[in-house]
């Protein structure tokens, strides 16, 4: 499971960014379904998410700082909150990874609604899949379908999310990234 932790973190990440219709702020995701291995993960999720609220206040400062450099935060009902910054909102492209390694293989667009695949090689792994977002205002919704192979073999994912825009102010989040640049 450790080792697919790149690729939950890739899934999280696929938020669509296409001119005009991503806006630089802060967003908070609710993941609506994510199976992987045909496992459901969202009992894990709420397992991790009691676990980190059950720590002691301290412990639990330092994690939220931590997560706040990488450009994320819990949000109530412990939906991930992330900041996009204005270079990542303009971009013409899914935004898959906030080093810009993994870029889509192809992307079309109709109306609202924009599909893309991606084939991306990352710290040994090969991530390959299909996405769809559909915009709705300061809403995306999004689904997508995975494979990621790596030394520990074949493992499938899929996963849907909803992404509300919050407003400007990522009230002292860092955009997604920006503590991992080189």
Same mark, same amino acid.
């Given at each position: 499971?450790?080792?697919?932790v790149?690729?939950l973190a890739l899934s999280?990440?696929?938020?669509?960014?296409?001119a005009?219709d991503?806006k630089?702020?802060?967003?908070?995701?609710k993941t609506?379904?994510?199976?992987v291995?045909?496992?459901?993960?969202q009992?894990?999720m709420?397992?991790m998410q009691?676990q980190m609220?059950?720590?002691p206040?301290?412990q639990?400062?330092q994690?939220e700082?931590?997560m706040?450099r990488?450009g994320?935060?819990?949000?109530? *009902?412990?939906?991930? !909150?992330m900041c /996009?910054?204005?270079? %990542?909102?303009? =971009?013409?492209a899914?935004?898959?990874d906030?080093d810009?390694?993994?870029q889509?293989a192809?992307?079309?667009r109709? *109306?609202?609604?924009v !599909?893309?695949? /991606?084939?991306?090689m %990352?710290?040994? =792994?090969?991530?390959?899949?299909k996405?769809e977002?559909?915009f709705?205002?300061n809403?995306v919704h999004?689904r997508?379908?995975m494979?990621?192979?790596?030394?520990?073999?074949r493992?499938?994912?899929?996963?849907?999310s909803?992404?509300?825009?919050?407003?400007?102010d990522?009230?002292?989040?860092?955009?997604v990234g920006?503590?991992?640049?080189?």
């Amino acid at each position: 499971m450790k080792k697919l932790v790149p690729a939950l973190a890739l899934s999280l990440l696929a938020a669509p960014a296409f001119a005009g219709d991503m806006k630089a702020g802060l967003w908070e995701m609710k993941t609506l379904r994510q199976v992987v291995d045909g496992q459901d993960m969202q009992a894990q999720m709420r397992q991790m998410q009691q676990q980190m609220a059950g720590l002691p206040p301290e412990q639990r400062k330092q994690m939220e700082a931590m997560m706040g450099r990488q450009g994320m935060g819990m949000g109530p *009902g412990g939906a991930m !909150r992330m900041c /996009i910054s204005e270079e %990542m909102a303009k =971009r013409d492209a899914p935004v898959l990874d906030p080093d810009g390694q993994c870029q889509p293989a192809k992307v079309s667009r109709s *109306g609202n609604t924009v !599909r893309y695949e /991606i084939d991306c090689m %990352m710290e040994g =792994r090969r991530s390959q899949g299909k996405g769809e977002s559909t915009f709705s205002g300061n809403s995306v919704h999004s689904r997508m379908d995975m494979v990621t192979m790596d030394a520990s073999g074949r493992h499938t994912m899929q996963s849907e999310s909803q992404m509300t825009y919050l407003g400007p102010d990522c009230k002292g989040l860092a955009p997604v990234g920006a503590g991992r640049r080189r």
